[in-house]
Structures are given as structure tokens and as C-alpha cells.
């Protein structure tokens, strides 16, 4: 009998109907109680482990500075003994309290020295609270340190991300780039020219070098990071392909969070660059991701680009320097709005399927396009351009920060990749797993490099230009990992299912960790096209790193817009202020104020699939 009757035509019979309560989707409230239970005591379980660790550390640091009084304790010892001995160098220390009839010694004669106890005390409490910083071999720091431009110096690292619309050419682009650079070979490509023409898909053939997901070469469509490493003659790139898509933004912000610097790919045909550029909210187009994009990789710290204007063979007319210097123009003025400094821009008209413009050594498909194309330019071609970004500024000698991006067990140990934001990691360290407060070993380091041509990409083969100098200053760093690295780690003594993606791993000792917390203070920079304002109590998603959570926005404290006085305590933030509000997490993050560690203080909020603010951490809550 069905409980969806009328309850109208029911007699009394029907009350003590046998089948009433024999419906399929009866839910048994039994097993609901058991889970919560089960749930609570996990985390009892959690929470008394969590306690353990932190009485367990304050153990070992009790023990530390017993150590550290009881070997004082020795020293003094010994120099009182010594001073003894010595005659001359006598101390008060040391020296009888009185002189015959009970005479104290006021202040000391000339030759005697006091030693303060208090100083000592002190001196003993900071030693027992603050660690040390790990230091650098001093070869490598002075290679580092080096201005020599004769090869015997390790090499600038960049991580470099590839932004722009979705079909801007983005990942074929990387791929002409890679080939350029003989870091993947040309019967590889022949081979992807087969696989590609079989489905219909010829043109994409060297957006195959990045897109090696089979649901992306499918699509046509960059879903994931592609991340591939390369060798120019100024700098060792990790290139990061980002997607284009509106869809998988989540994706692109963790690929820019990780990035120095950035190549916006912009698409000349006629139709392109104004889908990719216009702003949302028009009439002829829907919001483009070319702007997204620059808004988002400005608040997620990129600073210099060099835009490639690709496609201009496909221009009407092609190889136009009209339709390049409009698209120029337009380009650089926003990118000057959203606080990029024009002498960090540089704009190169290149076409990545034919490889005009790549390199000036190169022997592209395309001979006509060429000699039409240097009609009129005269400037860098793209990896001319690329070695002409500043090298970025390292934070060698702070505290360890590394993220993890991916997670993987091998047998007893863990292999983690990632990357090291500021400090160092070699092979042998102690390290601790953040949030969930783990120890664990490091017994493998690896650097991601460029590869051979014909080799994968952790091959770590040298490309032919690479000097003996450079190659021999290069084995200082076996084992061992920089800030700006990215790399594969070996884990040991530690649970796979402890760490995870979005894990920061930094320094055992409580002084040298980042704080982990729930709330902080925050400045924000909200969108210009900002659909539903935000107010207190607003529910947002954070983005930060390689994770993503859900927050609230707790207080709003101040608002800012050009040209109007600031304003204490908002009601409500609208588009384009700039504001100090305090974020509330739904849950215990590592994070860092800005200054201290730029990777662990800038972050994204995004609410129903919008980017709708970006933001620097000034200050964290406990």
C-alpha cells in the first residue's frame, strides 16, 4: 500500500495495513546514528593524537634546554677553574664573597669582570624558542650570489605560465616553443601528425606535446595543467600550459599561483581577440578570459608577460601591422590599469603552427609569411623576448616552504611533487607535513629539468649549448632543491594518507613553521563587473595554492573606491573597491601574512563560478 494515498478515503482498517511501512525507500535511522557516532569518535581519535604530538614536542623542547642549561652549567665550570689557575684573569664570579672579617666586596677593583646571570637566562630561553635557519652550503650560496656571466654560476630558474582565451593557440604555441628548443624530437611530432589526421584533428598535433590527457586531445580542449620544462639561453623554465576555458578556471589559478612570470597568448583573427577581450555584460560577446586572466595572475603575483600575438597569419590581411598595433594598443592599456608597468611588457607577432617568429634560427613552413612579417617588425622573436624577462628574486635564507601539487605511494614511502616557494630541502632532512602536523624523512630529491631531445622530461639531459662550467656548477645541486624549484620528493616514515594536495611541507621546529588557522585579515580587490555585491555573512570560495575552500566573509572593516574617502565598516562592498575585511575559513589552513610568504598570503574568492575578488593576507587570527 502506498504512503502517497489519499488520507481522505482511508478506513480503519487501512491504519494496521501490514505493507504501510514496507516502502523501498524506508531509510533505517540506526545505521544514520552509527555513522555519527563512528564519525565522533574519529575525530576524538584526531584531536587526542593532535594532543599527543604537541605535549610530545614540548617534551623534546623541555629536554633541549636541559641539555643547553646542563652544558652552560660545564662551561662555566671550566672557566672558573681555568680563572683559578690563571692568576691574572681573575672574575668576580670566581672570587671569595668576603675578605677577612666578613667584609663584602662592593663594587669590583679595576681587572675584575661581572658576569650577569640574567643575560645568560635569557640568552638560554631565546636559544631554547628559536631554532637556528638552516644555512646553505657556502659554494652554492656564492654561486648564487655570483654576477659572472662566464658560465661558472647556477643557471636562473622562472616558472613561466601560458595564459589566454580558450583557442588562442595556447598549447600549440608550447609545443612549436619545445621543438624550438630540441627538447622534443621531430618523429615524435610525425607520429602525433598521424594519430591527430586519424581523428580530424591535423592542427593539433603539436598541442599534443602538452595535452597529453586523451579526454583533451579529444576535446581540443586544455582541461589540466600541462607543466614541461625547457632550457633557453638565459633561463631554465617550467612552462605551465593553463586552460582556456571559462570552466576549469580552478584549474588555471593554480598554475598562475605557482608562476614568476607570464606568456598571454593573444589570438589576431578577425572575431577572436574580441571574444577573448570583451569585457562581460556586452551585447556581442559574453566576458572574455583574456581579461580574467591578467586581473587574476596580477592578484596571484605574476608581474612581468610578454604577449605573443599569434595567428596573424590567419589576419585579414595576414601579417597586418595594423591589426597588431590595435590589438597592442588595447592589450597594454589594461594591462597598465591592473598595475603592470609597461617596461615589464614586451608584444610579439608570431604564428605557433607555422613557427614565424619562434626563433630567428629556425627554418619555419612558412617563407612568405616571414619575409612579410620583417617588412615591417624589427624586434625580438619570442625566445629572444622570454630571455628577456628579469630574473625573479628568491628567498634562499627563509624558512622552508614547500606545496605539494601531487600525491603518490611507493611501497613504505611517499613520492610528492610540488613546489619549493622560499628556503631549501636536501636529501636527509626532517621535515613536518602541515596542516596534519606529521614528521617524515626526505630521502630523494629530484629537480625538474629540461630534457634531451627524444628524452622525457625528468631525464635531466642537458641541452648541447650548456657549458662544463655550467654543467659542474650544476651537480652542487644533487639532492638538493631551491626556493623557485619544482620537484619530486621521497617521503619516509609517514602515512600516504596523511599527506595530500595542498600540504605544505616546512622546518620540524615549532619556531620555523607557518602559522595554522582558521581566520584571518585580509585586503581585497573586488571585480569591476561584479553581478550581487558582497556583504557580511557573504559565503564565497576561497582558492589559494593548489586548493580550494569554502569561507565567509565575517567583517567588513573599510572600503576604498577612486576618488571617494575611505569608509569604516561597509554595509555592503560593490564593484571595483578595494577593502580590509576578515575572512573565516571552514577549516584550519596554512597560511601566512603576504610579507612573510607571498605563495601562503594570496588568495582568489569566487562565488557561483565568478572570480569575483582577489586578495593579500595582512594579518592572522588565532
Not at 659554494?139 to 658560465?151: D, K, V
Not at 602515512?495 to 595554522?516: E, Q, Y
Request: proline fraction near 4%.
Amino acid at each position: 500500500m502506498s504512503r502517497h494515498r489519499n488520507f481522505r478515503n482511508l478506513d480503519e482498517d487501512d491504519y494496521y495495513d501490514d505493507d504501510y511501512y514496507d516502502d523501498d525507500e524506508y531509510y533505517d535511522e540506526d545505521e544514520y546514528y552509527i555513522e555519527q557516532q563512528r564519525e565522533q569518535e574519529r575525530k576524538k581519535k584526531e584531536e587526542a593524537e593532535r594532543k599527543a604530538k604537541e605535549n610530545k614536542l614540548k617534551q623534546q623542547k623541555q629536554m633541549l634546554q636541559q641539555q643547553k642549561l646542563k652544558q652552560q652549567q660545564m662551561d662555566d665550570a671550566k672557566k672558573n677553574s681555568a680563572g683559578g689557575k690563571g692568576g691574572g684573569g681573575i672574575s668576580v664570579a670566581s672570587a671569595p664573597k668576603s675578605i677577612g672579617g666578613g667584609i663584602s666586596l662592593g663594587k669590583p677593583p679595576p681587572g675584575f669582570t661581572v658576569e650577569s646571570k640574567n643575560t645568560d637566562t635569557a640568552t638560554k630561553s631565546n636559544n631554547a624558542q628559536n631554532m637556528p635557519l638552516p644555512q646553505l652550503p657556502l659554494n652554492i650560496l656564492a654561486s648564487l650570489r655570483s654576477n659572472s656571466t662566464t658560465g661558472d654560476v647556477i643557471r636562473s630558474h622562472l616558472s613561466m605560465v601560458i595564459l589566454g582565451h580558450v583557442d588562442a593557440g595556447k598549447s600549440t604555441l608550447t609545443g612549436r616553443l619545445l621543438l624550438s628548443l630540441n627538447h622534443v624530437s621531430q618523429r615524435l611530432l610525425q607520429k602525433y601528425q598521424k594519430a591527430a589526421t586519424s581523428i580530424g584533428k591535423s592542427s593539433f598535433a603539436l598541442a599534443w606535446f602538452t595535452d597529453e590527457d586523451d579526454s583533451e586531445r579529444e576535446r581540443g580542449v586544455t582541461i589540466d595543467i600541462g607543466t614541461k620544462f625547457a632550457k633557453t639561453e638565459k633561463f631554465d623554465f617550467t612552462i605551465l600550459d593553463a586552460p582556456g576555458h571559462k570552466d576549469f578556471i580552478p584549474n588555471m589559478i593554480s598554475g598562475t599561483a605557482s608562476a614568476d612570470c607570464g606568456l598571454l597568448v593573444v589570438a589576431a583573427t578577425t572575431g577572436e581577440f574580441e571574444a577573448g577581450f570583451a569585457r562581460g555584460g556586452d551585447s556581442s560577446y559574453s566576458g572574455g578570459q583574456t581579461r580574467e586572466h591578467i586581473v587574476l595572475s596580477r592578484g596571484l603575483g605574476v608581474t612581468q608577460f610578454v604577449v605573443a600575438v599569434n595567428k596573424l597569419d590567419a589576419a585579414e590581411p595576414s601579417w597586418s601591422k595594423e591589426r597588431f598595433e590595435h590589438i597592442k594598443s588595447m592589450v597594454l592599456d589594461f594591462l597598465i590599469q591592473n598595475g603592470f608597468k609597461e617596461a615589464r611588457i614586451t608584444f610579439v607577432p608570431v604564428s605557433g603552427l607555422t613557427g614565424v617568429n619562434i626563433s630567428n634560427s629556425d627554418k619555419v613552413e612558412d617563407e612568405e609569411g616571414w619575409k612579410a612579417l620583417k617588412k615591417w617588425y624589427k624586434g625580438p622573436s619570442l625566445l629572444e623576448a622570454l630571455d628577456g624577462f628579469s630574473p625573479a628574486k628568491r628567498g634562499y635564507e627563509k624558512p622552508l616552504r614547500a606545496i605539494v601539487t601531487d600525491v603518490s605511494p611507493e611501497g613504505k614511502n611517499v613520492n610528492v611533487r610540488g613546489r619549493v616557494v622560499q628556503g631549501f630541502i636536501q636529501s636527509g632532512d626532517n621535515v613536518a607535513v602541515l596542516p596534519v602536523g606529521d614528521d617524515a624523512t626526505v630521502v630523494r630529491v629530484e629537480r625538474g629539468k629540461a630534457a634531451q631531445e627524444g628524452s622525457s622530461p625528468y631525464s635531466f639531459a642537458s641541452p648541447s649549448s650548456t657549458t662544463s662550467s655550467s654543467t659542474s656548477n650544476e651537480a652542487l645541486l644533487d639532492g638538493i632543491a631551491l626556493a623557485g624549484d619544482t620537484v619530486e620528493l621521497t617521503l619516509a616514515n609517514i602515512d600516504s594518507a596523511r599527506v595530500m594536495s595542498g600540504c605544505v611541507i616546512c622546518h620540524p621546529h615549532p619556531s620555523l613553521r607557518p602559522k595554522v588557522e582558521q581566520r584571518f585579515e585580509a585586503r581585497i580587490s573586488v571585480m569591476e563587473r561584479l553581478a550581487v555585491p558582497m556583504i557580511r555573512g557573504s559565503q564565497v570560495l576561497l582558492h589559494m595554492h593548489s586548493i580550494d575552500v569554502p569561507a565567509v566573509l565575517s567583517k567588513l572593516l573599510l572600503s576604498e573606491k577612486r576618488g571617494e574617502n575611505p569608509r569604516q565598516n561597509p554595509r555592503v562592498l560593490t564593484g571595483g573597491v578595494t577593502a580590509t575585511v576578515e575572512i573565516t575559513l571552514s577549516e584550519r589552513l596554512v597560511i601566512e601574512e603576504s610579507n612573510e610568504c607571498k605563495a601562503l598570503g594570496r588568495f582568489v574568492l569566487r562565488r557561483g563560478g565568478d572570480t569575483i575578488a582577489v586578495g593579500l593576507i595582512d594579518k592572522v587570527l588565532a
